[in-house]
């Protein structure tokens, strides 16, 4: 199972100065060096954390993969395309929202989503969409030619006891369906060093992006030790 390590929050420290630093690309090297299999960035349409900036630097630097999260946005588009990183994921975005609140709408937009994909595709950009684990969602994502869905794991993350087995299986269900469907399964949002060990041994899933609690464990351990622990988890297990 790849880890993605989503930097946009070393950003969000640079913006609350509105200085130079820390920039986002300091920190690839200590990902990569810890294991990191990618790097994940989103380019948010108010730019309140990455901007065009940073992602010309981190295409020079990321060695292992680049992954632009992005709304469905004709601007957007054409900055993902000029850039050319090696994977996009689709989100939905409100301009109040603190973090991406629920999944893309794919069966209300797979007119938009089948242009979008084939245009990527042609740049030889793999296109993932980020959507709730719903079999609606799946098989629409199928239908617009999508190589990967990223489950959205928000909802199992805020499940309180008696809700976290029905997300689990949520989960585990739709990537059991999408694989059957031939396309890659992803997971994210809100993982944190608690959570994600039950949602590896869903073997299904071949990447997890994961952001926010591994910037708040390096302000205590440093970047790198916070992704080789992450690794570690997953890797523990992923037997
Ligand atoms: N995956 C997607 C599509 C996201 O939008 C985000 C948040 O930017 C993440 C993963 C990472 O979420 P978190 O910061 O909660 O780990």
Redesign the pocket.
């Known amino acids: 199972m790849r880890l993605g390590i989503?930097i946009?929050?070393i950003a969000t420290i640079r913006e609350a100065r509105g200085c130079g630093e820390p920039d986002p690309a300091w920190a690839v090297p200590y990902c990569e060096i810890a294991g990191a299999d990618g790097i994940?960035v989103?380019l948010r349409e108010d730019r309140r954390h990455i901007k065009e900036r940073d992602l010309v630097i981190l295409k020079s630097v990321v060695s292992t993969r680049l992954n632009l999260?992005m709304a469905l946005n004709d601007e957007i588009v054409d900055i993902a395309e000029k850039l050319c990183p090696d994977q996009v994921?689709i989100?939905p975005e409100k301009r109040q929202e603190l973090?991406?609140e629920g999944g893309l709408n794919v069966c209300a937009n797979k007119e938009k989503l089948e242009k979008v994909v084939k245009r990527f595709r042609q740049k030889g950009i793999e296109v993932a969409l980020?959507i709730d684990p719903e079999s609606a969602q799946v098989r629409a994502a199928k239908e617009v030619s999508a190589d990967a869905i990223?489950l959205?794991t928000?909802a199992y993350?805020n499940a309180n006891d008696s809700e976290r087995y029905y997300e689990l299986k949520k989960l585990s269900d739709m990537a059991e369906l999408a694989c059957d469907m031939g396309i890659e399964i992803h997971a994210?949002?809100?993982?944190?060093y608690f959570n994600t060990g039950d949602v590896v041994k869903i073997k299904k899933i071949s990447e997890l992006?994961?952001?926010?609690?591994?910037i708040s464990r390096a302000v205590f351990v440093g970047m790198e030790n916070a992704v080789r622990q992450m690794k570690q988890l997953i890797d523990d297990h992923d037997r």
């Open positions: 989503n946009d929050h994940t989103h999260e994921t989100v973090t991406t980020f990223e959205h928000g993350s994210g949002h809100g993982l944190n992006n994961i952001g926010h609690s591994i």
